[in-house]
């Protein structure tokens, strides 16, 4: 179990029973939280001053869903994991899957130093080959200058470790490509890195007889990666009258469709992007950088493929027969793996100035970039499990539709408690649409205008005009408040 959360299990039943406010308390219970810090998640995520000092043009603040996905065990250690996301099912989803990988296998992670690459373009040197050896001979120069413009970062044992050269033929003519290699410890780095790729221009160009011009982070961060590993016994997806062997095949199916065709590669990216991002926007990473370095990296190979790999162990007792369910249990582990670059920081950027990006971290209980990286990896790979077991089983549709029902309610224009009703009863019909929707509203307020013309009726005359109306009830018999926009 996590130290850093208090020895307490992420393990927590019925979590999604709770409301809101008896949430807040039982995550009280897993990591103290403040009075400051609840009324963050209560009342004001953001407050439009500070907003007006992180960006430009402020005119107020916009907010997302923020949630904790439970169940995570990563390397013997409990996780909570906190997420902001718009899309529903998706915190359900990473929460059913890390149980059933809990329970039933186990994920492990690594990953290597935190280090990003600082790129400098210089055009116009005269030799560029000759320009290559020169930066590569001035190493020690260069590391020094690099060195001497982030002291903070030394400290805290980090710093430019290496260069790298490429002369690079483009549609311009040959160019110079420098490779700044920086270790940046427990940021993102990307402020770090550039301000040494900048302050490395004039000795450049005297090096090399060229003009620098570029000097930015590459987003692919692919000297930082993150690695996560999860086995799964068969028999964990045995749920809900499924053979769990069957969804396994299923599952390894999907992802060699997955690897034979960049099309579905995307959607399946996109899966395991879920869990990352938003995780990254939760703990106010810049999910941006993520998501380039993400994509970018699963292309290295010069096809878009899918980040994450799915085998089966050999260890089952009949593996000979792999690939043939019919043959009988084949019982190896499913396997799946991720390596994905990460530049994801525990301080600079938002991180410690977005007052719920503080809590998430609080929350999230890691204690270095380079762990949190490890986590968002491993989310990632349960985020893509969830998602591939969903369409072998019962389709994407069904548990995704069910949890989107309440915003399908509220784009109808349902309010208040009608927003559950209206969408209970489209779960319960199986009908989960705006049409759907609207129409229970409609019948709603039809149903509550023909008790307002009976009351009228049995009172014999108009009633005063400020004479409060009963409230419309939707099919389900009971009485939601009127719908903002139902007709
Ligand atoms: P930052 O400059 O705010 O913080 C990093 C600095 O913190 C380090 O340079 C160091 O001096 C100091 N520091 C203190 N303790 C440290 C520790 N333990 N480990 C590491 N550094 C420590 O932020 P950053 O991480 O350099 O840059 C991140 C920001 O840059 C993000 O907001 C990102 O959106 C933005 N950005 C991204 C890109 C891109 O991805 N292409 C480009 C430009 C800017």
New binding site residues.
């Given amino acids: 179990m996590n130290e850093q959360n208090n020895g307490r299990s992420s393990r927590l039943p019925g979590f999604y029973k709770l409301g809101l406010e008896e949430r807040i308390e039982k995550l009280s219970d897993f990591i103290e939280l403040t009075r400051e810090e609840q009324y963050h998640l209560r009342h004001e995520a953001l407050s439009p001053a500070l907003a007006d000092q992180m960006v430009e043009n402020v005119v107020g603040v916009f907010g997302l869903p923020f949630g904790v996905a439970v169940n995570f065990q990563i390397q013997e250690r409990d996780y909570l994991i906190p997420m902001a996301i718009e899309e529903s099912s998706v915190v359900a989803a990473a929460s059913h899957v890390a149980k059933l990988v809990r329970e039933h296998g186990r994920i492990t992670v690594s990953s290597t130093d935190p280090i990003m690459i600082g790129q400098i373009q210089i055009v116009g040197a005269p030799d560029p080959q000759a320009a290559r050896a020169r930066i590569l001979q001035a190493r020690e120069r260069i590391l020094e200058i690099a060195n001497e413009q ?1 002291p ?2 030394k400290e ?1 044992g ?1 710093g430019a470790r290496d260069i790298e050269v490429r002369v690079l033929q483009t549609v311009r003519g040959p160019m110079v490509i420098a490779h700044l290699l920086v270790d ?12 040494m790729a900048e302050a490395l221009s004039l000795f450049l160009e005297g090096l090399t007889g060229g003009k620098v011009l570029l000097r ?2 590459s ?1 692919l961060a692919d000297r930082r990666l993150a690695r996560a590993r999860l086995e799964v016994s068969p028999s964990a997806f045995d749920e809900h009258g499924w053979n769990g062997e069957e969804v396994v095949e299923g599952i390894l199916n999907a992802y060699a469709f997955a690897l034979a065709d960049p099309y579905r590669a995307a959607t399946h990216n996109k899966g395991v992007m879920n869990g990352i991002d938003a995780l990254m926007i939760a703990t106010g990473n ?1 999910w ?2 993520i998501e ?1 370095g993400a994509h970018a990296y699963a292309a290295r190979s010069g096809r878009y493929e899918p980040l994450t790999k799915w085998s089966r162990a050999e260890d089952g007792p009949s593996a000979s027969a792999q690939g043939r369910p019919e043959h009988g249990r084949m019982g190896g582990k499913l396997i799946g793996e991720i390596e994905v670059p990460m ?1 994801v ?6 991180t410690k100035v977005h007052p719920v990006a503080k809590v998430a971290l609080k929350i999230l209980g890691v204690t270095s ?1 380079q762990e949190l990286g490890e986590v968002a990896a491993a989310v990632g790979l349960v985020q893509n499990l969830a998602a591939m077991r969903s369409l072998v089983t019962e389709g994407i549709q069904k548990g995704h539709m069910s949890l989107h029902a309440r915003n399908v309610a509220v784009s109808a224009g349902a309010a208040g408690e009608a927003v559950g009703q209206v969408a209970s009863q489209m779960v319960r019909e199986g009908r989960i649409g705006f049409d759907r929707a609207k129409q229970i509203l409609r019948h709603a307020l039809r149903a509550a205008e023909r008790e307002v013309q009976k009351l009228e009726t049995r009172l014999g005359e108009e009633p005063p005009k400020d004479a409060p109306k009963p409230k419309p009830a939707p099919e389900t018999g009971s009485e939601p408040k009127p719908p903002a926009e139902s007709s």
């Fill in positions: 982030d903070v970062l805290v980090g940046v410890r427990n940021a993102m780095g990307a402020n770090a890195v550039n301000t930015i982070v987003n810049d941006r950088a380039a530049a920081g525990l301080i600079g950027g938002a970039a």
